[in-house]
């Protein structure tokens, strides 16, 4: 099965300020690097979804230091970059079409934020027929809400999606 490593929304906003912290940050990175340096040991291609707005107020508007993909990832020229303008990183980008156009069956799926652009795009690629993905632990993060802290959040979805949506499997497996 033809596979493709991608990480969503691991930008510099989530490192800049301390009230956007993702939870574990520095272990999530050092993981996804981990899966990155797996990906291109077996030619996997390794794709980054970069949320985009147009909104100058916004942290992730185009071009701003908060927007770029964050510094500590090891990223080459040859890995793709998609921009999303959504929490889905399907809707309204090349996303469908490159997975389609280079035979990619299953997803390895990391990055931010486990409740919104992770979820969003979990369940949009399982209804779009990718319904084998993976998932490692500590690959994914999130920040606090007022409800649940990160971590609350991270297990609820990972219960959520585990078995139904993808397979979470420990870090290393």
């Given at each position: 099965m033809k596979q493709a490593l991608m990480i969503v929304d691991m930008q510099e906003a989530f490192f800049n300020h301390s009230q956007n912290f993702?939870?574990?940050?520095?272990?999530?990175?050092?993981?996804?690097?981990?899966?990155?340096?797996?990906?291109?040991q077996k030619d996997i291609p390794v794709i980054f979804i970069q949320h985009t707005t147009q909104d100058e107020q916004d942290g992730f508007f185009e071009g701003s230091e908060d927007w770029q993909l964050?510094?500590?990832?090891?990223?080459?020229?040859?890995?793709?970059?998609?921009?999303?303008?959504?929490?889905d990183a399907f809707y309204q980008t090349?996303?469908?079409?490159?997975?389609?156009?280079?035979g990619i069956e299953q997803l390895i799926i990391a990055g931010a934020q486990t409740e919104f652009c992770l979820d969003t795009t979990i369940r949009a690629a399982y209804s779009l027929g990718f319904q084998n993905n993976i998932m490692y632990k500590n690959t994914q993060s999130t920040i606090s809400s007022a409800i649940?802290?990160?971590?609350?959040?991270?297990?609820?979805?990972?219960g959520i999606w585990n078995n139904r949506f993808l397979t979470i499997k420990e870090y290393g497996e």
């Open positions: 993702l939870y574990q940050s520095d272990l999530v990175v050092s993981n996804i690097n981990g899966l990155i340096e797996q990906a291109r964050h510094k500590n990832l090891l990223r080459s020229p040859a890995d793709k970059v998609i921009q999303k303008t959504r929490w090349e996303l469908l079409d490159y997975l389609k156009a280079n649940l802290k990160a971590d609350e959040i991270i297990r609820h979805h990972e």
